[in-house]
Structure formats: C-alpha cells, structure tokens
C-alpha cells in the first residue's frame, strides 16, 4: 500500500519591493531597442546588469558582452553598463568614432556628476564603495587617476591619507548596506568635520527600499533567498542585511537549481526577495519551487511602494 505524502505547511513571505529597479529596466530596454534599431550584434561592454538570466536572454538575441572597449569592432555600436564607465570609455569611443549608447543608470550619473563638481570646486574626494566593482572604478574614473580615495571600511577611514582635511568630499556607491555606510558616515565626519558630502549617502531608492523590506520579513523567518548573482552587490547586501536582521540561514540563489532543501528542512517560515538585477520569473520559479514541496501561504510584505521609471536615450526614440 502506498502512503500518501503530505506536505508540511509553510509561510513564505514574499519581500516587496524586489527585483527590478528602474534603472535596471531602462539598461535593458536599451539593448533590446538597440538591436531593435541597428540589428546583431550590438556589443555591451561588461554584463548590462549583474544577472546571467537576463544577460543569456540578451545574447540570444545578439548581444555579444565584452569586458573592454578594445574588443569590440568599430563599425558596430557598444553599449555601456548600468553600472557606469569611466571618463576615458566614452571619451576613446568618440576618439574611434564609434556609436555608443550609455545605459549607466541616471542615479549612478548623478554621483558621477557629484564627485565632478567637488573636485572642481577644489576639494579632495573620498569614495565610499567596494574596491573592484564596476561601479566604483566608473565613479573613480570620473576623476583623474589617484584623485580619489577609496574607503570600503570604518576601519579604513582611519588609515586615509588626505591632502587637506579642511578640503574634503565624499561619494558613495548606490548599492551599498544603507546600516553599514551611517558609521562610515560618521567616521568620515568625526575625522574630517569639514567634509562635504550628500545629506546622508548616494544610497539609491532601489537599494534603500529592497533592505529596508527584508528586515521587515527577516526576525519571522527560519530562512532567507536572495534571488540574485553572486557578482551582484546590492543583492549581496540583502542576505548581510537578512542575517542582521535576525535571519541566520539567509542564502543567495541564482535560480531555484540552487536551493538546498536539505538545508530547508523543518522550516516554518521562509523569506524570498531578489537583487535589483534578477528577473521575476527567476523569483516565480523560486516561489514556485516552494509550492511544490510544501503546503504553502504566500505572504506579501511591501513595506514601500515604487513608481520610478526613466526614459531610454533619444538616439533610440528617434527612428534610424
Ligand atoms: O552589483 P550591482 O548591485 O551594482 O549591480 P546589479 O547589476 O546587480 O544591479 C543593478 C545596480 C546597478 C546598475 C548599480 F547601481
Ligand atoms: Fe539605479 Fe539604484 Fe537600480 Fe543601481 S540599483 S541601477 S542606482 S536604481
């Protein structure tokens, strides 16, 4: 006789907001309308947004993805990152007079312009972002080499070396812990108390939104999934923010393959968000995967809501 199986029950709450923030949705849409308008390939330098799902979807469409401008061919238009670029990628691929498109996100731009307009005015800058990130080398790169200093720590803000602490600035990366980055703050301040910088940090809406609804569902949760890649660093901020918020088991996972239901066992209670860069299909099947192995409660928590949305480059409103 067979025994039939039966399910044990399960809360999921689902995190809102989640995935897809706006300047990740226009960094796509560029490419998708510049295939649209020049046809394959359109080369991308460097993955569009940190998610292989959507950056396989693209390829299949035509996207070739390079890491450095000098890969791609001067007769076909490239693509700059949501993440941004430094000065010099625009400035040689007008040298070379190829048609490029900037995807750069208009709230990574805005610190662009930011960190610009302190060192004209004079002042030092000090960038508060993860050494190696593409965003943090694009803000950098807005300003000539060794012009700015790189603090990732409240301990490194101690060990900088500055030309004059009463002509300081800071900038921020967008996607950083917005918990971690009050004490660099205040490091910074309490060091230099002349620095001049944002009212709080460049953290962006997206970002703030996304952590602040995780430590809504974090203290209720046996488990945490952070939909999301593992080069992506806002959704790595969320699992830290989860097991900060009280949720020991939280777990990055790029699709439901990932997930290690053994780990998962006896739980009541699980958590789901995803990075700014993962799709909600990706979230669909995770939440799916759930359902499939538990008798499951979905439990939204929107904790804000969002209604951001910005406009793709002219070149690609106009027709070709
Ligand atoms: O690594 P990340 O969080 O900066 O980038 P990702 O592509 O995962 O998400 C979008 C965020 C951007 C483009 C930086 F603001
Ligand atoms: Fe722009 Fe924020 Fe999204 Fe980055 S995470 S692309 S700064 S909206």
Redesign the pocket.
């Known amino acids: 006789m067979t025994q039939a199986m039966t399910k044990a029950p399960l809360t999921l709450y689902l995190a809102a907001p989640r995935g897809f923030?706006a300047?990740?949705d226009r960094?796509i849409k560029i490419v998708e309308m510049a295939l649209e308008k020049w046809g394959a390939p359109v080369y991308v330098r460097h993955?569009i947004?940190?998610?292989k799902f959507v950056v396989d979807g693209l390829r299949d469409k035509g996207a070739v993805f390079v890491e450095e401008l000098e890969e791609c061919p001067l007769d076909r238009p490239v693509i700059f990152?949501?993440?941004?670029v430094p000065k010099a990628v625009p400035a040689e691929a007008a040298r070379r007079e190829m048609v490029y498109v900037d995807a750069t996100?208009p709230?990574?731009s805005k610190v662009h312009i930011e960190a610009a307009r302190h060192h004209e005015n004079g002042l030092q800058m000090i960038m508060i972002g993860h050494e190696g990130?593409?965003?943090t080398i694009g803000t950098m790169g807005q300003l000539p080499e060794g012009e700015v200093l790189l603090v990732e720590t409240v301990a490194d803000v101690a060990e900088v070396e500055v030309r004059d602490p009463d002509k300081l600035a800071f900038v921020t990366?967008?996607?950083l812990s917005v918990d971690d980055t009050v004490d660099i703050v205040a490091a910074l301040r309490a060091r230099f108390p002349a620095i001049v910088g944002p009212h709080k940090e460049d953290i962006?809406y997206a970002?703030t939104n996304r952590q602040e609804a995780v430590k809504a569902i974090a203290p209720d949760c046996d488990a945490l999934l952070v939909v999301?890649?593992p080069?992506?660093?806002?959704?790595k901020r969320l699992v830290e923010v989860a097991r900060k918020a009280g949720c020991s088991y939280a777990q990055l996972v790029q699709r439901a393959e990932d997930i290690d239901w053994r780990a998962l066992e006896g739980i009541r209670a699980v958590g789901v968000t995803a990075?700014?860069?993962a799709p909600e299909v990706l979230i669909d099947e995770v939440v799916a995967a759930f359902g499939d192995r538990f008798e499951m409660t979905v439990e939204k928590v929107e904790t804000a809501q969002e209604n951001v949305e910005f406009k793709v480059p002219r070149v690609l409103r106009v027709p070709a």
């Open positions: 923030c300047g990740v960094a993955e947004v940190h998610n990152s949501a993440h941004g996100c709230l990574v990130h593409p965003e990366q967008t996607t962006c970002t999301g890649a080069n992506s660093s806002n959704s990075g700014a860069s």
